[in-house]
């Protein structure tokens, strides 16, 4: 488990490296690119044997899920990764909230002061009114909240539906949302939606190549890690170690040049770390 938060660390970080040449839209494109051709040569070798029947759901769970790996990877090319990471990893906040509303799950006092607890932490790393917030803080919260709903979908879908396939949803849903984008960016990309809208452009470097090789790579493995951890040790110790992500992600982006978290980040860092421990105790 801790490999895998290390991977998915290193993921975020090439993906800063990338935001210097190619949008966010373009690194999701190639991300997604590589995981299809993975997922389809495992379906070739081992076809999947659950009914399906909820194609709406399956859709749905590809366009959250594309929709918020979007804004991670943007607000990981404009924000220290620390902070992007953190504001994503606020999603399990956001499945209890949903979990409440869609699913009528009942939400514990303990989840109720977790909430409170974990929105504390967010208004202190984005310090409203501050200088440096702006469009990305906001856009990662959006982020974590949109992840939130594709966790949300697949609790609906999980027993109907191969792992495998849900994956392949929202891979392929990541490869054909960009491409229209691509298109209507050639005649309309204003500067206000480059979050969203942003033109092709042929990777044309040996170094381009080899990071979004690495991307690729890195994605695909910290998943099947994410996936084996989960199949093999309690949730709740795998919940706790996959927190270890944000230090690594700190670590990797004071080496790409972010600044050290100031004491406000670092409070708020600790207390969404905590609350969602709290939501997923509670």
Not at 78 to 100: D, W
Request: hydrophobic content about 55%; proline content about 5%; cysteine-free.
């Amino acid at each position: 488990m801790f490999f895998s938060a290390l991977l998915s660390a290193l993921n975020g970080a090439v993906a800063k490296m990338l935001g210097d040449d190619l949008s966010a839209l373009e690194i999701v494109f190639f991300r997604n690119l590589f995981g299809v051709v993975f997922i389809l040569i495992t379906l070739k070798h081992t076809p999947t044997r659950l009914p399906g029947g909820k194609p709406l759901l399956l859709l749905w769970r590809g366009v959250f899920g594309f929709s918020a790996l979007l804004l991670f990877f943007y607000t990981i090319t404009r924000i220290p990764l620390g902070e992007a990471i953190t504001l994503n990893k606020t999603s399990p906040l956001f499945v209890a909230i949903l979990a409440f509303f869609i699913l009528h799950e009942r939400l514990s006092k303990l989840g109720i002061i977790a909430l409170i607890i974990g929105f504390a932490g967010v208004i202190l790393i984005t310090k409203p009114g501050g200088a440096d917030v702006g469009l990305p803080h906001l856009l990662g919260l959006i982020g974590g909240f949109l992840a939130a709903a594709a966790y949300t979908t697949i609790r609906k879908i999980k027993h109907i539906y191969d792992s495998r396939m849900i994956v392949l949803s929202f891979m392929t849903t990541g490869v054909l949302i960009p491409l229209l984008l691509f298109a209507v960016a050639t005649r309309y990309a204003p500067k206000e939606l480059d979050f969203l809208l942003a033109p092709f452009i042929m990777p044309h470097t040996p170094h381009t190549w080899m990071l979004l090789t690495i991307i690729g790579i890195t994605a695909t493995l910290s998943q099947w890690l994410l996936t084996k951890a989960y199949s093999a040790t309690n949730a709740g110790i795998i919940g706790i170690a996959s927190y270890t992500v944000i230090p690594f992600s700190i670590l990797f982006g004071t080496l790409l040049g972010d600044a050290l978290p100031d004491l406000y980040t670092l409070a708020g860092i600790v207390l969404i770390v905590v609350s969602g421990l709290m939501v997923k105790k509670g």
